[in-house]
């Protein structure tokens, strides 16, 4: 049986407007209107002989991964919260820890099929084909990782060489090789030796954990120290907090597979894209007889080879070539293809000028719904708020705002002091500053309110939270 572990980290910068700090590219709806990376990475793996995936994600991406899962039909997800990033040996070894933890007495070293939740595969059958020949290296104690058949001299990704063959499936690996320049790049694809460095591995939590030991002992030992009190937080398993932070940052081609001598690749030729920038995008989506791809309510006229997508309106193009445009409720992307992997220095600016557009967007999911921010200005700010059907906000207070609530549809539960009463469609309700309350989705439907806020300040951070079902503080 097989183990899949989803490493769910990282931000996606590259890819903002739509991929934002706290909603990342991993659980955007980029390359299947029905999915988002995160589930169309369990998707496929259907029809492999798999237990319920382990995902590995950042404590503030823990409600939308789990929501992600179960709307997606995927039961029994385990997930385990990274109170920070350490990279991806450290992800790995929680997760290799958790799967020895939880292995009964006899049972055999479970095998480990790590996959990164953001990557692209078209192939399907041919991947699931890669995922078994890897399994039987993996079973005989190698640590593999897939290299992915190159199609064109790439200097993004890092390479492998592959050395003597193992099997008919799997070589081992002569070499790992740091993103190269053009000229190197175009060396290695007509060498035949070389595959792109994919970030995706297969082999037994045992081995992996006595090689790290064996490379790298103090990333083992902060993870051990991590994991010895864990904390069970609803569908989230709680590593100690301040151990993993002195964890050293390290990715595991470095500290592992880089060092070890039982190193394997297997060559995965499945339509693999890791969608690292708006123009891998392109690259991967249908295109228009120009080479438009488009999303969303867009017109194009005299416009060719231009990746467009509109979120909330509609976007017309009009004589341009070779543009990534990208519309979204609070900001717009306009960038030549060709400078695309510099949109990250834009979320930097946005980060040193102290704007939120980099950390969110203007709608944004919490465990009880989604509020959408469509207004605001000096001393008010006008929500859409959500509440999934039985769902709860927690018991809280503000200091400085006042909240005005007028229900759209269904039934609100509402807590204002010492009053506990319903709101339905049509009604409104006040509660003054300083006042304790709550909002309750007592009925089977959403409940859709419009909230008005007014006051001196207005942040979220003016939240005295006295009771939350959730774990938040």
Request: with cysteine.
């Amino acid at each position: 049986m097989i183990y899949p572990v989803m490493l769910a980290g990282g931000t996606g910068s590259r890819l903002w407007p739509l991929s934002r700090q706290l909603n990342p590219k991993q659980f955007l709806k980029l390359t299947d209107p029905k999915w988002s990376m995160l589930q169309s990475t369990v998707a496929r793996l259907n029809g492999l002989p798999v237990q319920p995936p382990l995902i590995i994600c950042n404590e503030e991406h823990r409600f939308i991964a789990a929501e992600q899962m179960r709307q997606a039909g995927f039961q029994g997800a385990h997930i385990i919260l990274e109170p920070c990033g350490r990279n991806t040996a450290p992800a790995i070894a929680l997760a290799a820890l958790q799967l020895q933890k939880a292995r009964q007495q006899g049972e055999e070293d479970p095998v480990m099929l790590v996959l990164a939740a953001d990557h692209l595969i078209q192939n399907v059958p041919a991947f699931q084909r890669c995922v078994q020949q890897a399994n039987t290296l993996a079973l005989a104690g190698k640590l593999v990782t897939f290299g992915i058949t190159p199609t064109h001299p790439e200097t993004g990704y890092g390479y492998i060489c592959q050395g003597e063959a193992i099997n008919e499936h799997g070589h081992r690996v002569e070499a790992f090789a740091e993103k190269p320049g053009m000229d190197t790049a175009k060396a290695y694809l007509k060498s035949g030796n070389y595959l792109w460095n994919s970030g995706m591995f297969m082999f037994r939590a045992g081995r992996y954990l006595e090689e790290l030991g064996k490379h790298r002992p103090d990333i083992l030992a902060a993870c051990e120290a991590a994991m010895e009190n864990l904390r069970q937080d609803f569908d989230f398993t709680r590593v100690d907090e301040a151990r993993f932070a002195e964890c050293a940052n390290e990715s595991v081609d470095y500290a592992v597979m880089e060092k070890t001598d039982e190193a394997a690749v297997v060559a995965l030729d499945a339509g693999w894209s890791d969608i690292g920038s708006w123009s891998a995008l392109w690259d991967v989506s249908p295109k228009d007889a120009q080479g438009n791809s488009t999303s969303g309510d867009v017109m194009t006229l005299d416009t060719n080879n231009t990746l467009v997508r509109a979120e909330s309106r509609l976007l017309a193009t009009l004589g341009v070539d070779d543009l990534v445009i990208i519309e979204t409720k609070d900001a717009v992307l306009v960038a030549h293809k060709d400078k695309v992997q510099d949109v990250k220095k834009l979320v930097a600016q946005l980060q040193a000028d102290g704007r939120y557009e980099h950390l969110n967007h203007r709608e944004v999911y919490r465990p009880w719904g989604v509020y959408d921010s469509i207004d605001s200005g000096e001393r008010y700010q006008v929500k859409r708020i959500t509440v999934k059907p039985g769902a709860k906000l927690s018991v809280q207070m503000h200091h400085h705002r006042a909240e005005h609530w007028i229900v759209v549809s269904g039934t609100a539960k509402v807590t204002n002091g010492e009053k506990t009463y319903l709101v339905t469609e049509n009604q409104s309700t006040y509660i003054p500053v300083g006042q304790v309350h709550s909002l309750e989705n007592p009925g089977v439907i959403n409940l859709e309110l419009i909230e008005v806020q007014s006051g001196s300040y207005l942040g979220e951070d003016d939240i005295v939270r006295y009771e939350d079902r959730y774990g938040r503080k």
